[in-house]
């Protein structure tokens, strides 16, 4: 069975500075892996994704992640924070099954960026 | 381009009161679709998802129940509501077919129920 480990329920970064969010998971099969961002009272809107092709993913915003097998993550960084950035943070594995793409969560992360 | 709402976006619900919470997808056909829902500190849980008209699937067991009486609309549906089904609600859809899915999931505005 698939799962996703996010550490750090809550992360604080000074405006300006990196941002560095940890994604693992654990899959059987070469997995599809994503990065969502929740606005607060809103709906999930798409990071990134990593679909097997380049391992370095470019995203929205400026943010983009590694996929690194050998060490099953999938993390998120930012080179400088923006107070925009300030929101929650999913990271998600997905493997077929059945007759869908099952999609399993990480509990997420809360960026605040300090002024 | 495709685009998903549900509604209503807030609701206040006595205890042992009936439930209908409405997603409809437009844009795409024959679409997976999904219900969500976030607790605090608990991550996103899947309730219930469909692959197609009458066909659910329940993820958990619950107070909830779910219909998809047409291709691009989803239901979620509750006879008496309990305190522990407060939270928000996410309506979710998906490229089905396989060799273009990757479950990459399209959401919705989310519905904020509360229960007293």
């Known amino acids: 069975a698939q799962s996703v480990t996010q550490l750090g329920s809550h992360v604080s970064v000074s405006e300006g500075a990196l941002v560095l969010l940890r994604c693992n998971y654990s899959?059987?099969?070469?997995?599809?892996l994503f990065w969502y961002v929740q606005y607060p009272n809103q709906g999930l809107q798409l990071l990134l994704k990593?679909?097997?092709?380049?391992?370095l993913v470019k995203g929205i915003n400026g943010f983009e992640a590694e996929f690194k097998k050998s060490e099953t993550s999938f993390h998120l960084t930012k080179p400088s924070a923006h107070m925009s950035d300030a929101a929650e943070y999913f990271c998600?594995?997905?493997?077929?099954?059945?007759?869908?793409?099952?999609?399993?969560f990480g509990t997420g992360t809360k960026l605040q960026v300090i002024p | 381009s495709q685009t998903i709402h549900q509604w209503p976006a807030t609701l206040v619900q006595p205890v042992g009161s009936p439930l209908s919470l409405e997603c409809t997808v437009e844009?795409?056909?024959?679409?997976?679709l999904y219900w969500y829902r976030q607790a605090a500190g608990r991550g996103l849980q899947l309730l219930f998802y469909?692959?197609?008209?009458?066909?659910i699937s329940s993820e958990v067991p619950q107070n909830l129940s779910a219909s998809r009486p047409q291709d691009r609309q989803f239901i979620l549906s509750s006879k008496k509501l309990l305190l522990s089904d407060s939270g928000f609600y996410l309506c979710?859809?998906?490229?089905?077919?396989?060799?273009?899915?990757?479950?990459?999931?399209?959401f919705g505005e989310g519905s904020r129920l509360t229960v007293l």
């Open positions: 979710a859809w998906s490229v089905k077919e396989a060799g273009a899915s990757t479950g990459e999931l399209f």
């Open positions: 899959s059987s099969v070469p997995p599809y």
């Open positions: 990593y679909t097997s092709a380049a391992t």
């Open positions: 998600a594995v997905s493997e077929r099954s059945g007759g869908y793409q099952k999609v399993t």
């Open positions: 844009g795409t056909s024959n679409p997976n």
């Open positions: 469909s692959v197609g008209i009458g066909q």
